[in-house]
């Protein structure tokens, strides 16, 4: 499919919370899209926290209304790795932004989420480094919002320990794949002087920045149910997201980014990077080698009663 770039938005949005981030993202896929058309982007992503739930309807929205889709999730990461469940020690994660450029990312991603669930599910779904690095083909690596490793380092002034995880990003995703990310979100404490960091680490590693616009509802006057349903997710704590996490346009973001105005510019560059085509309509069933002188039944049935062992202890 070709997707048309000229008289359109120079900025696309590659942080965006859809309602599949249960309980904390306000907009729902149709009217993301529709959002993003009226505004002439050319390309949308979706990055659900720690979910794909919602990849295959943004596709499909984003191919009816002709928008190229990137499929993405903001994932978490464990504190020490994803094998460790101690108390008061992994119930701390941060976040980090990752996008399917293809294909093999898109099924990367998918095997990541599930790896997150099965294997590293502590409070939330959480991925490590480890397991990123043997699934990191195909992805492009956005460094991450306010909660993010590298954004803390950032704001607690601490360039080296910043510099150093740029590098293991940048071993672990290929140094065309890794984008330092730079949102504006000035009520968050120390944002101002992470982005002056940002600037000078990207001219001195030559990583570009993109702009993200944490997108969690639509219109800036859906906040008040935003914040309801906030209020819902943390059983009324009183936790909510001050300040705007709208759907931006192009004229704000210029402005939200005009000390880098090039992280405006890179995220079309991004969306260039990405090609996705997803197969539908056929079935897709996995592939098993059968055991030799095993039939499919015979060995369906060996792998039934072997059940038997651990779950009831004794075949009677």
Not at 149 to 162: Q, Y
Not at 273 to 301: H, N, R
């Amino acid at each position: 499919m070709i997707y048309s770039y000229h008289m359109e938005s120079k900025f696309i949005h590659l942080h965006t919370h859809s309602h599949y981030s249960l309980l904390d993202g306000l907009s729902k896929i149709p009217d993301l899209v529709k959002r993003a058309k009226e505004l002439g982007m050319p390309a949308l992503a979706i990055t659900d926290h720690g979910v794909m739930y919602g990849a295959i309807e943004f596709y499909k929205e984003c191919k009816k209304q002709g928008i190229k889709p990137i499929i993405g999730v903001e994932a978490y990461i464990a504190e020490r790795t994803l094998h460790d469940k101690e108390p008061n020690i992994d119930n701390k994660r941060y976040h980090l932004t990752l996008l399917a450029k293809n294909h093999a990312g898109y099924t990367n991603l998918i095997r990541l989420v599930s790896e997150s669930y099965l294997e590293g599910y502590y409070y939330k779904p959480r991925m490590d480094l480890n397991i990123i690095k043997k699934y990191s083909d195909g992805l492009i690596c956005l460094t991450g919002c306010p909660g993010s490793r590298f954004s803390k380092h950032l704001r607690n002034d601490n360039i080296d320990d910043a510099r150093r995880l740029l590098s293991e990003y940048v071993d672990i995703f290929g140094k065309e794949n890794v984008f330092i990310e730079m949102m504006n979100h000035p009520e968050v404490d120390g944002t101002e002087r992470a982005i002056k960091h940002m600037i000078t680490l990207s001219k001195e590693t030559g990583i570009p920045i993109v702009g993200t616009w944490d997108s969690h509802y639509l219109n800036k006057d859906d906040r008040e149910a935003h914040d309801t349903l906030l209020a819902v997710n943390t059983h009324g704590s009183g936790f909510k997201l001050d300040g705007d996490y709208s759907f931006i346009d192009e004229e704000r973001a210029r402005e939200v980014f005009k000390d880098a105005p090039e992280a405006v510019e890179n995220t079309l560059k991004i969306a260039d990077m990405v090609d996705i085509e997803i197969p539908l309509g056929s079935w897709v069933f996995p592939a098993f080698d059968l055991e030799p002188g095993e039939t499919a039944e015979s060995q369906l049935k060996k792998a039934v009663y072997k059940g038997i062992e651990w779950r009831y202890g004794k075949e009677t």
